[in-house]
């Protein structure tokens, strides 16, 4: 009984000490800072990556040493060369395969919709704002071209559309993209 008594009131006390500690239902904002009970960790000689260096006078995100590559880059061969561009063969020539098309797709929405719009005429969203209007992808003038010409735009630029190969370090995903592009316009001529 004795034994009984004591462990109730140990939980008694452990809920007590929880709740406590909780603060209750409610989150509290505190506004005294946290006290530190390993105080080398929040303060150490290491430079946080968005702080400055005292020492250096720098940023403390360093930039990589001129010539870094990012992991399974391949330096582009005709950059500045869109003819040369152009003669380049598409892996995935025709293929409108589900699983190619949900690739493209995926990399057509995420980074060229917000211009060229959901269905490639040229009216994505912020286009309205744009000064120069980004150019439908589904033009006669794009229809007549050949894949590696539209490769070529998306992985050098053209005029004041930038290179969208860093954002899309995969050459398959680009070429995937390609046919995401002539599958837009098929639709567009009803095909
Ligand atoms: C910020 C807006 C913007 C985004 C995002 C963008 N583009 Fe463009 N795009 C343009 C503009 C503007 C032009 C016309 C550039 C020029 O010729 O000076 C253009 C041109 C093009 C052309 C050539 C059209 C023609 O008639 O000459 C193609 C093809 C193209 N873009 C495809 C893409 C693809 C694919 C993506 C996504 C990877 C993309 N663009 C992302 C604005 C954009």
């Known amino acids: ?14 809920l007590g000490l929880f709740t406590a500690c909780t603060g209750g239902s409610r989150p509290t904002l505190h506004s005294e800072p ?10 150490q000689k290491a430079i946080k990556a968005q ?9 403390g995100s360093r930039l990589p040493p001129a010539g870094t590559v990012p ?11 869109p003819a ?4 380049l063969k598409n892996p995935f020539t025709g293929d409108l395969s589900p699983e190619v098309l949900a690739l ?36 006669d003038k794009i229809i007549g071209v050949s894949d590696g010409a539209i490769y070529h735009i998306i992985t ?11 954002q899309m370090v995969d050459e398959k995903d680009r070429w995937a993209l390609v046919n995401y592009i002539r599958s837009l316009q098929k639709l567009k001529r009803g095909q």
Request: net charge negative; glycine share 12%.
């Open 34 to 43: 946290n006290v530190e009970l390993v105080q080398d960790m929040m303060d």
């Open 71 to 81: 992991q399974g880059y391949k330096p582009y061969a005709f950059k500045g060369n």
């Open 156 to 166: 050098d630029g053209q005029g004041v559309m930038s290179s969208y190969a860093y």
């Open 84 to 87: 040369g561009g152009a003669t």
């Open 104 to 139: 493209g797709q995926k990399k057509y929405e995420t980074y060229c919709l917000v211009c060229h719009g959901v269905t490639g005429a040229g009216d994505g969203p912020v286009a309205a704002k744009m000064a120069l209007k980004p150019p439908p992808v589904t033009s």
């Open 51 to 59: 702080d400055y260096d005292h020492v250096t006078g720098e940023a």
């Open 1 to 14: 009984m004795k034994r009984q008594m004591i462990l109730l009131t140990l939980s008694i006390s452990a």
